[in-house]
């Protein structure tokens, strides 16, 4: 390595001192400071991380770090638990008594999965897309165990966090071989309650935009109807209530493909839902492959591009809200193409729920 190089990764390194107030009042809430992260966003930004003053139960004021590594927590690191923990609450919720792992990249899902096993969950969780999963923050519902810590440190995977409600004392110790490796501990299982003041604060130059925290009303088949032709089966509609869930902890315009027990494809941030759905299609083929799958929609559909190109590669229902001048010929072509299409209202209710993400 040269000199250059090693400058360069320096950088990504070093801690920039910050000055910022030990408490914060913020919204009608007290904040206290936490952390110091190494840096924000970017190297050379000083950032904090401050906790909510009566917070309590599964949320990021009450996590234990155990093992710091060679870095220390970041600025992004913090928000990727943040969604991984509330994503990974959100799933035991409708599969409870079930181990459940996400994989964060960039405070977006790469993965997920519900299995049977704490080594099977997750190693259905990296399956999905390996390549996107390197470098995550993996978040569980469920005790790391000394078999699944031996996983987390192999060395193709490059995992930055481990985020679990408990360890094996023998799991620690296989992962701190992992030096570069941090490994938190949940205040409180993730089946308990998280307390905070349930806004959501988003800061734009000159002011700042609150909103009610999101949380899908969809748990299961009770909470969907069906306007297709073709009657979804019972797999499907399980298949669709996991993946939606998956879709409203992912950056919209989202789309995501998979089965009942694990998502196949993640399209995310796009400017168009095409290209979402284009997106995850793709993504899947370096896994498990669109075949069989349902596909999520975190909004309705302009036009019947997307359905057509759901069943060129053999995904055999979607579920999405309803909203667009073109509902009844987006359902027409659906019905043409032998489609299931299952909408986030309940039968009789008039309005679907939609599931934007833009953090």
């Known amino acids: 390595m040269d000199k250059t190089d090693r400058s360069a990764r320096l950088q990504y390194s070093t801690k920039v001192h910050e000055d910022f107030p030990d408490s914060l009042q913020f919204g009608g809430q007290e904040f206290r400071k936490k952390i110091a992260m190494r840096y924000g966003e970017n190297p050379g930004y000083p950032a904090a991380f401050y906790i909510e ?13 155990l093992q710091e590594g060679t870095k220390g927590l970041s600025y992004i690191n913090v928000g990727d638990m943040d969604l991984g923990q509330r994503l990974v609450k959100k799933l035991t919720e409708i599969r409870p008594g079930k181990p459940i792992c996400a994989l964060i990249k960039h405070e977006m899902p790469s993965g997920a999965s519900v299995g049977e096993t704490p080594e099977d969950t997750f190693e259905k969780a990296w399956g999905s897309d390996a390549l996107s999963n390197f470098g995550s923050v993996d978040v569980f519902n469920y005790e790391i165990t000394e078999p699944l810590a031996r996983l987390l440190i192999e060395s193709q995977r490059n995992i930055e966090v481990v985020y679990a409600p408990d360890y094996a004392s023998e799991a620690l110790g ?24 349930g806004l959501e604060f988003k800061r734009v130059a000159g002011g700042v935009l609150v909103q009610k925290r999101f949380d899908s009303k969809i748990r299961g088949p009770r909470d969907v109807d ?11 509609i399980e298949a669709a209530v ?14 995501v493909i998979g089965k009942k027990d694990k998502v196949h494809g993640i399209g995310s941030g796009q400017r168009s839902r095409i290209d979402a759905a284009e997106g995850a299609i793709r993504f899947s083929r370096r896994g498990y492959g669109p075949e069989g799958c349902v596909m999520a929609s975190d909004a309705f ?4 591009d997307v ?39 309940k039968p009789g209710e008039t309005d679907s729920e939609r599931s934007f993400l833009h953090r």
Not at 227 to 232: A, G, T
Not at 315 to 344: C, F, H, K, W
Request: glycine share 4%.
């Open 174 to 197: 296989i992962l701190a071989l992992r030096k570069t490796l941090r490994v938190v501990k949940m205040g409180s299982p993730v089946q308990e309650t998280a307390v905070d003041n």
């Open 301 to 304: 559909m302009p036009f019947p």
């Open 242 to 255: 996991f993946n939606w869930i998956i879709t409203c902890f992912t950056r919209s315009n989202a789309v």
């Open 307 to 345: 359905v057509e190109l759901a069943a060129q590669n053999g995904i055999t229902a979607i579920i999405y809200p309803l909203g667009s001048v073109r509902d009844q010929e987006v359902i027409d072509r659906a019905n043409a193409l032998n489609l299931a299409m299952i909408i986030t209202r």
């Open 53 to 65: 003053i009566g917070a309590s139960g599964p949320n990021m004021a009450t996590m234990e770090i």
């Open 226 to 236: 069906v306007v297709s032709e073709r009657k979804p089966s019972l797999e499907e």
